[in-house]
């Protein structure tokens, strides 16, 4: 597509961050193609990337509409992650009583497989979206509480000794001095978290829904339809790419200072 | 009582006075003082004894150094006359009032500047007065007069990083004085400033003491530095540290860098140093 311009400008385009990860993808389906071809690998097996563009051109409006629910599973079993995550993590980190207790807990309930209890839910909530953010907010929990402690863990003393020596209030100190020091660490987390989220709200459409991108792929793996089921995946990674990139945004608002974002004005710039 | 230790004379330099716990009898009711001040960490593997039993007066307006080998508690024992830190045994008075917690009236500078990566320069030096929750309007004139008196006019809106170690310490000399304590606590505060920068600090640092009354107490691991400074010098022993002696400084009020070549300095700086050969080296 960029064969018709100047030589000056195309390698100015493929330099445009943005744009690496598309021309990645490209790469990619065009080998995936090749693959089918060359190796004659049947169509029940792995579809050709032109029919789940067929499909999800034809399917779009079905596939928008059952991407919804998912989004609206995933973003209620985030934010509960987030609510609930960044105050344990506060706790753990503050009270050497509470780590002992709750901690080795929170890693030992990790090793539980969400996908194995996610039949719970439904036995417990019923079929509608309840379960799903329950397995959403399972999968996200972990990773904001296990970088939000490490931020909170990781501030230095002496800066809040200093803060200390000031006279400020214990709930001033934190805030001035704690809280932010954290929010790097905790944004590292809230960005696993939420591609985690996604993939527990299709954890809890699996085992029982009868809505949402989980729901599509169930289906289509009953009927062979490997086109709509490659099409859902192309859904949930958008979904997933999406959310990552507004938690990214979100983290550029609230820590303009932070390293990682610095590197990024040098780059831009 | 204090009178009494400043008569030595200026050409009796070999008279410097070695004052002993029980000599500098202390006035109760002003400057900082220390009575059987010791403290022991206690960590997983066992206690660490950090610090003899201290008994020592510091006086009003006094610039106060200590200097020591590295480990012998120093750090420890400005943390605990801020009140940060409990002690193991022992009571600590400020003007007369047991410290049990941090009390307020003191700006510290530590030897990392701890600048507030998230704040900008003017806001940084702020500090403290956000943490005492007072009007910033009425400090802002101050926090931008000492930033000038720094050198670092124009920074005000820089964030940290903008800044080369030896600004940002300079900057976190602005803190602690912004919101004008009557104490002063620097913990080697000058450890990361080049040679010249260095000496410009002293000269500095030595004229607002002078002007403004202030008590300093100051931590430094070089001895010029120390005498340069100071009204008295406490040199402490190795690890538990204790005191080995107490120096007072008969240079005058008004120093410039010429002290330095004044035959009391220079009998001075090599007294304290032989404190250290005899022992290990400092630092
Ligand atoms: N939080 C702590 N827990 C346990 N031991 C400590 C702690 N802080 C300091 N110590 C011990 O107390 C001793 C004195 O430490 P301190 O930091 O006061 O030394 P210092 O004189 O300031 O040394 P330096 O000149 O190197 O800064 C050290 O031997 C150290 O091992
Ligand atoms: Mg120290």
Redesign the pocket.
């Known amino acids: 597509m960029s064969e018709k311009k100047a030589p000056g400008s195309v390698s100015k385009l493929l330099n445009a961050s943005w744009l690496r990860p598309f021309v990645l993808l490209v790469m990619i389906v065009v080998g995936w193609d090749l693959a089918i071809r060359i190796f004659n690998i049947p169509a029940y097996q792995i579809p050709a990337p032109g029919d789940v563009v067929k499909v999800l051109y034809t399917d779009w409006p079905e596939l928008l509409a059952q991407s919804g629910p998912t989004t609206y599973a995933t973003l209620l079993g985030f934010l509960a992650s987030a609510v609930f995550g960044i105050p344990i993590a506060m706790l753990i980190a503050g009270s050497r009583t509470v780590e002992s207790y709750v901690y080795p807990l929170l890693v030992f309930s990790q090793s539980i497989p969400k996908v194995a209890i996610a039949p719970l839910f439904v036995v417990w909530f019923g079929f509608g979206i309840v379960p799903k953010i329950i397995a959403a907010f399972l999968l996200g929990f972990f990773p904001v509480v296990v970088s939000a402690v490490q931020g909170f863990k990781s501030v230095d003393p002496d800066m809040v000794d200093l803060a200390r020596a000031m006279k400020g209030s214990r709930f001033r100190v934190f805030c001035a001095v704690n809280l932010p020091h954290a929010l790097p660490a905790i944004f590292s987390g809230l960005k696993v978290s939420v591609t985690l989220a996604v993939v527990g709200a299709v954890v809890g459409e699996f085992v029982g829904s009868n809505s949402g991108i989980g729901y599509v792929l169930q289906r289509s793996i009953g009927t062979f339809d490997l086109p709509t089921m490659f099409a859902a995946l192309v859904i949930l990674a958008l979904l997933g790419v999406i959310l990552f990139w507004l938690v990214d945004r979100i983290e550029r608002f609230a820590i303009p200072w932070h390293v990682s974002q610095r590197a990024d004005v040098f780059v831009g710039s | 009582m204090t009178a009494a230790m400043r008569t030595m004379s200026v050409d009796q330099p070999s008279a410097h006075l070695r004052v002993v716990s029980e000599q500098s009898a202390p006035s109760t009711t002003s400057g900082i003082n220390l009575s059987g001040v010791s ?1 022991t ?3 997983g593997d066992g206690k ?1 004894p ?2 003899r039993p201290l008994d020592f007066h510091i006086n009003d307006g006094e610039f106060f150094v200590v200097v ?12 605990m006359i801020s009140g940060l830190l409990p002690p193991t045994t022992g009571e600590i008075h400020v003007d007369g009032n047991k410290v049990t917690e941090p009390h307020g009236d003191v700006g510290i500078v530590f ?1 990392n500047a701890l600048l507030l990566p998230w704040r900008n320069i003017i806001n940084n030096v702020l500090m403290p007065i956000d943490m005492k929750n007072l009007p910033r309007a009425d400090y802002m004139d101050r926090a931008k007069q000492l930033l000038k008196m720094v050198g670092l006019e124009g920074f005000e809106k820089k964030l940290p990083w903008q800044l080369s170690g030896g600004m940002q310490q300079r900057a976190s000399i602005c803190r602690a004085l912004v919101h004008d304590p009557k104490i002063m606590m620097m ?2 505060p000058f450890g990361a400033l080049d040679a010249m920068t260095r000496e410009k600090m002293n000269v500095e640092l030595s004229r607002i003491q002078r002007t403004t009354g202030k008590t300093i107490l100051l ?1 430094t ?1 070089s001895i010029p530095e120390a005498v340069f400074l100071a009204d008295k010098v406490l040199v ?1 022993t190795e ?3 204790g005191i080995a002696a107490i120096y007072d400084v008969p240079l005058g009020r008004e120093r410039t860098l010429d002290a330095m070549a004044n035959p009391i300095f220079i009998d001075l700086v090599a007294r304290i140093r032989k404190h250290f050969m005899t022992n290990s080296a400092l ?1």
Do not use: A, F, N, W
């Not at chain 2, 020591?68 to 943390?79: A, D, E, F, M, R």
């Open positions: 403290k960490y206690g960590t660490v950090s610090l020591g080998p590295s480990g012998c508690g120093k750090s420890t024992l400005l943390k030897q913990d080697e931590i691991h402490m690890r538990p540290g630092d």
